[in-house]
């Protein structure tokens, strides 16, 4: 397990979910820690609507959950008749995916691809795509490769979902937050490579309270226990905890800026946009 991977668990574990995504909140609703799981389904069913409408018979439908997880909704999805695989470059967490699913891949569904997007193993697939989607793993994926994946496993009329956020270009300022292709960038690969966007719906502010709850944890509870722990070991083995301190400087520093309180809801509407696209082939 690489720390990547811990980090994902550690997360999973932490706020007590059984699978990793934003939540989704309609237009003044309040956000709590309490009503978090009910966002994350109303997130889900969000994606799902826009899966639906564009697979018209499941009994022979063809998906691809790319960066599935521990492969909770590709789980929901065979549950409700598709036939869907998924792909997840974490090796616990598709050994996890491929056990939760293990009932159906004697009928030649839900099967997990342990691997990165731009190592799918194109050669090997008997039956290209209906639809891709992409559930928060867009951001981790180089868009080149990517495009260049999908032109080889997806149908000539196939569809691409795509729901995760970008970094909004033109914005003054360094963003304290990470993550996210360019807008503007994928805009342009997505015309260089022949795609038409049919659907693009902006959902930022249905998701930025996720900033509010996770600083809550992070910055209220589990910051302020790493500090007690920190004196604690400082009085016990004093020379040994400073050396390790020391040895891992670059990443602590990393993560306290990572973890800063400038990672909120407001500088996630200014720099982010987290968004719904729908991408047709041909």
């Known amino acids: 397990m690489d720390s990547k991977e811990f980090g994902l668990v550690a997360a999973q574990q932490l706020f007590k979910v059984e699978d990793l995504h934003y939540g989704f909140w309609d237009e003044n609703e309040e ?3 309490g009503n978090w799981k009910d966002a994350q389904e109303k997130h889900t069913n969000f994606l799902f609507k826009y899966i639906f409408d564009n697979i018209q018979e499941k009994q022979n439908s063809r998906i691809l959950d790319v960066g599935c ?24 967490m598709a050994e996890y995916a491929s056990k939760m699913n293990s ?50 496993i997806l149908e000539d009329k196939g569809t691409v979902i795509i729901f995760d956020f970008f970094k909004k270009d033109g914005i003054s300022g360094k963003s304290p937050l ?3 292709h360019s807008i503007n960038s ?14 693009d719906t902006d959902v930022t502010n249905n998701v930025s309270p996720n900033l509010k709850l996770v600083n809550e944890v ?16 400082m009085t016990r083995s004093k020379k040994i905890y400073s050396f390790i301190k020391w040895l891992l400087r670059k990443r602590i520093s990393k993560l306290s800026f990572k973890y800063s309180n400038s990672r909120n809801e407001e500088n ?10 729908i991408l047709s082939k041909g």
């Open 31 to 33: 956000a709590t820690l």
């Open 69 to 92: 997880g521990v492969g909770v909704t590709t789980k929901k999805l065979l549950d409700l008749g598709y036939n869907i695989d998924g792909l997840v470059p974490y090796k616990w």
């Open 103 to 152: 009932s159906y891949k004697n009928k030649n569904r839900g099967h997990i691809y342990d691997c990165k997007f731009e190592e799918f193993p194109v050669e090997d697939l008997k039956q290209k795509y209906q639809l891709v989607f992409f559930s928060e793993s867009f951001q981790y994926v180089d868009m080149c490769e990517t495009f260049h994946i999908l032109k080889n």
């Open 178 to 180: 990470g993550g996210g």
């Open 186 to 199: 994928f805009y342009k690969m997505v015309k260089d490579n022949n795609y038409s966007i049919c659907v």
């Open 218 to 233: 992070l910055v209220e509870r589990l910051i302020p226990f790493s500090d007690t722990f920190d004196k604690f070991m």
């Open 268 to 277: 996630f509407i200014k720099y982010k946009t987290y968004r719904l696209i």
